[in-house]
């Protein structure tokens, strides 16, 4: 992320005001772009999502207070112009007046203002709803409006880089059917209205999610008239649509189909860096996992370049902590635990476990033997090969791992509402590269909170705590480097890779740029050819 120093003295920034109406870059409108996905959004609102595939689509539908550019530079949004107090305490926002929420057909259009950013705010921080964003906006102490087109938020304390943490989405105060807090039986979940360059037209009875341009989006009408997000459950089939012209694009290809696509001219293979990673990540609820020299048994167990090599094409990088590769928090003195079975064998034996006469260990009777979840039967071919490889290099060290496939939504509701589960496999994409709170943070365990394995750890949230509350960037980059070597130490989870993330799409889709971990920021740029 773009580094940002508190200002020493007041600061005015100037937008230029867009008004809605075609854009007036030569560019022809028109088209309709269908993209692929694995599985389905839970939910489609910008406060309760926590997945990437809802994630790509509000990015379309809202609009924050300023956003991110092509540069990684803060540009006006919801808001033209801002003002910082000396202090950095103070962060002063002065509202768009052109702006309008998406209209049901037969509605007239109701006017953004500044009730509608005090209520995202307030719905937001409210103890009753269930968000991962709470835990990044806890510096603020209070939001005001000053009148309906100018909003005021007071800081307990000023922060680095807080002037990008107002990208959050506003919503409308008008959409929740409950105003004081947000779940996810609320309607508006559902049916989101935004004010950004989509707007949501159906849910088709194949979930098929269907976005059409938004005539009066203030920056200028989108170039293409409709985005359509079909649902695939096996990464196979939605890139054999792709090759038989099913769908338009596939926003994460499958490694392995690469060579395929890269050698047909009738489609642009692009590479973008996201700020993400691969892990298992171990329950420490369950007290043979809670013994740490188990969980770094495992890691020193599997083999993660190998899987890497031939699962991924080794298009990725091994990784040894939380943070993401590539963010200048990472800790690159830190190296990734090497792959050393004989060294799994000599922990798993100072833990207590002697071999069993099926080949597995046991300690007091117990096996050693554990549940793995992981998202989406047939989701990618690559997944469930590392998953099986997963469970042959930890039975090649006496522990006995069964997979259990789940449905995209079962699967969330055990591990983030019941944690109901011993090892799962995921991956985190991030959009703060150095706040990594909601994952290891004591207070962050609950129930759809980040923190699903329970891991708590005194020094682990103290160094949290100071990292939020320094001014000073080499301090906190000295803290996150600590974090990350205890983090790397303590194994919560087995740490796996990042890989260089692949999109592909027809040609007559032009003028693609992606946002590292957004995607769909700058689609409203994006035309079609011949359409």
Not at 158 to 168: Q, W
């Amino acid at each position: 992320m773009k580094r940002i120093l508190m200002m020493l003295l007041a600061v005015l920034v100037i937008a230029t005001a867009v008004h809605a109406g075609p854009k007036k870059d030569g560019r022809p409108d028109g088209g309709s772009l269908s993209y692929g996905e694995y599985g389905r959004p839970a939910t489609l609102d910008p406060v309760t999502s926590n997945e990437m595939i809802s994630l790509r689509l509000t990015e379309l539908i809202f609009n924050g207070l300023v956003g991110i550019n092509e540069k990684q530079e803060i540009v006006p949004e919801l808001a033209e112009r801002w003002e910082i107090s000396k202090d950095g305490r103070t962060y002063t926002f002065y509202l768009r007046k052109n702006v309008t929420w998406h209209a049901k057909e037969g509605e007239q259009p109701k006017p953004f203002t500044a009730d509608d950013v005090v209520f995202t705010y307030n719905i937001m921080m409210h103890p009753k709803t269930i968000t991962p964003l709470k835990v990044r906006y806890e510096f603020i102490s209070s939001v005001e409006k000053v009148d309906d087109s100018a909003v005021r938020f007071s800081l307990k304390r000023p922060i680095l880089n807080a002037l990008a943490k107002f990208s959050f989405k506003v919503i409308p105060k008008h959409g929740p059917a409950n105003k004081d807090y947000l779940t996810r039986d609320d309607p508006f979940v559902q049916h989101p209205i935004g004010t950004g360059p989509y707007m949501l037209k159906n849910v088709t009875s194949e979930r098929e999610i269907v976005l059409a341009a938004n005539e009066s989006y203030f920056k200028g009408r989108a170039h293409i008239n409709q985005f359509s997000a079909k649902p695939f459950a096996d990464q196979n089939i939605m890139t054999q649509a792709l090759m038989f012209n099913a769908i338009d694009m596939i926003v994460l290809v499958n490694p392995r189909d690469i060579p395929e696509i890269e050698g047909d001219k009738r489609f642009v293979l692009k590479s973008y860096n996201a700020l993400s990673y691969s892990f298992f990540g171990y329950n420490m609820r369950n007290p043979l996992l809670a013994d740490k020299n188990v969980r770094k048994a495992f890691t020193h167990a599997v083999n993660r370049q190998e899987m890497l090599d031939s699962f991924f094409n080794g298009r990725g990088t091994i990784i040894s902590g939380p943070f993401a590769p590539g963010s200048w928090a990472y800790n690159l003195d830190v190296q990734p635990l090497a792959f050393d079975p004989q060294k799994a064998a000599a922990l798993l034996q100072e833990a207590g476990y002697t071999k069993a006469g099926d080949g597995f260990l046991q300690k007091d009777g117990k096996r050693l033997a554990f549940s793995l979840k992981v998202p989406i039967e047939k989701e990618s071919e690559a997944v469930k090969r590392v998953v099986l490889a997963f469970k042959n290099y930890l039975k090649n060290v006496g522990a006995d791992i069964k997979v259990e496939f789940k449905e995209w939504q079962a699967w969330k509701e055990d591990v983030f509402l019941e944690h109901d589960f011993d090892i799962v496999f995921a991956s985190w994409v991030f959009d703060d590269s150095a706040d990594i709170s909601s994952l290891f943070h004591t207070g962050e365990i609950g129930a759809w909170k980040n923190n699903f394995i329970g891991y708590s750890n005194p020094e682990v949230d103290g160094l949290i705590n100071e990292s939020k509350l320094t001014l000073d960037h080499e301090k906190k980059r000295t803290i996150n480097r600590k974090l990350h070597a205890i983090l790397a130490e303590e194994n919560p989870y087995t740490y796996l890779w990042t890989l260089t993330n692949f999109a592909a799409y027809r040609d007559k889709v032009r003028r693609v740029a992606i946002h590292p971990y957004k995607f769909f920021s700058f689609a409203d740029e994006w035309f079609m050819e011949g359409k």
